[in-house]
């Protein structure tokens, strides 16, 4: 129910960004998320904007490098991501819920209701 699309391969450095247009209904007080899930690691939390409040949240390790939006008349939910590490290299999921989050559930995977299918980046060094 999400679509998540525009990964790819970049070297250290770059910048990508993803983008994810939910075929499901987004209300107002949605908080749309993004994960990522490193071979052999557990799925973890990268960015999350609660509608509501206009608000974007960022995990320490991409604050300052990655930036989360949403363009509202398309529907999509973006993430920018610049100054590429090798260990940003995951499988990166969309996420979303209608319910506004409170800050302490925006990193908890289980708070989301519908995901994508996940898409590839990987940063060469």
């Known amino acids: 129910q999400l679509q998540a699309c525009v990964g790819g391969l970049v070297q250290t450095g770059g910048s990508l960004r993803l983008s994810c247009e939910p075929s499901?209904?987004?209300?107002?007080?949605?908080?749309m998320g993004w994960f990522r899930q490193a071979p052999g690691k557990e799925r973890v939390f990268v960015a999350a904007?609660?509608?509501?409040?206009?608000?974007?949240h960022y995990a320490d390790s991409v604050k300052g490098r990655f930036t989360i939006s949403r363009d509202n008349a398309k529907n999509t939910l973006y993430l920018q991501m610049n100054s590429l590490k090798p260990e940003d290299t995951a499988v990166y999921y969309c996420?979303?819920?209608?319910?506004?989050?409170?800050?302490?559930?925006?990193?908890?995977?289980?708070?989301?209701?519908?995901w994508g299918q996940g898409t590839q980046v990987t940063v060469s060094s």
């Open positions: 499901t209904r987004t209300d107002r007080t949605s908080t």
């Open positions: 904007m609660r509608l509501y409040y206009k608000s974007a």
């Open positions: 996420a979303l819920t209608r319910s506004t989050l409170i800050l302490s559930n925006l990193y908890n995977s289980g708070a989301y209701d519908y």
